[in-house]
Antibody
Framework: EVQLVESGGGLVQPGGSLRLSCAAS????????MHWVRQAPGKGLVWVSR????????IYADSVKGRFTISRDNAKNTLYLQMNSLRAEDTAVYYC????????????WGQGTTVTVSS | QSVLTQPPSVSAAPGQKVTISCSGS????????VSWYQQLPGTAPKLLIY???KRPSGIPDRFSGSKSGTSATLGITGLQTGDEADYYC???????????FGGGTKLTVL
């Protein structure tokens, strides 16, 4: 079964850091581009970042550029999101997403992990 | 303020048809493919349509997608109460060099 399982969410103070992980299984992880997408409480989906299949190319939403870093370890079938200088507005459910062969075809989603930034 | 504009809500009766629009510009919808996602309450989003009109396996043909110029449309026929969800359009924006989501549309099946 194709599956993405996020972990690492929690409560963190403003200015703090957190690293999210996403364990992939059931497919050849190293062949796919991957994304992080977030959803603030009661709000819509917002794209955060994307990484290509070998990790050599990354892009970010302006709202997280310079603070968040996406990375991957294809040997461990794991995607990461390092989040630094966290702000209250980063509070959200963070989804790990696989991009299929189509254009921005987000075909597999994890269940999400919750990040709360509060003092 | 989302780059892609969707109506906040739509509604229709069971068995009827509904369409959800997604309006953008030449830098996004006008020159890139659109995908659509369904998010049922309390769950992760699910891919409904990709490459403007293609359906992944397992998605019933009650769901359809189309694109014209700088707008895209999701159509749902034979509405069921189980279709009540939030729906999102997504595409690439060449000017922003970013993936962009619509603000989402809440579908109510009356």
């Amino acid at each position: 079964e194709v599956q993405l399982v996020e972990s690492g969410g929690g409560l963190v103070q403003p200015g703090g850091s957190l690293r999210l992980s996403c364990a992939a299984s059931g497919f050849t992880f190293g062949s796919y581009w991957m994304h992080w997408v977030r959803q603030a409480p009661g709000k819509g989906l917002v794209w955060v970042s994307r990484i290509n299949s070998d990790g050599s190319s990354t892009i970010y939403a302006d709202s997280v550029k310079g603070r968040f870093t996406i990375s991957r370890d294809n040997a461990k079938n794991t995607l990461y999101l390092q989040m630094n200088s966290l702000r209250a507005e980063d509070t959200a459910v963070y989804y790990c997403v696989r991009e299929g062969p189509g254009d921005v075809e987000m075909d597999v989603w994890g269940q999400g992990t919750t990040v709360t930034v509060s003092s | 303020q989302s780059v892609l504009t969707q109506p906040p809500s739509v509604s229709a009766a069971p068995g009827q048809k509904v369409t959800i629009s997604c309006s953008g510009s030449s830098s996004n919808i006008g020159n890139n493919y659109v995908s659509w996602y369904q998010q049922l309450p309390g769950t992760a989003p699910k891919l409904l349509i990709y490459d403007n009109y293609k359906r992944p396996s397992g998605i019933p043909d009650r769901f359809s997608g189309s694109k014209s110029g700088t707008s895209a449309t999701l159509g749902i026929t034979g509405l069921q109460t189980g279709d009540e969800a939030d729906y999102y359009c997504v595409t690439w924006d060449s000017s922003l060099s970013a993936v962009v989501f619509g603000g989402g549309t809440k579908l109510t099946v009356l």
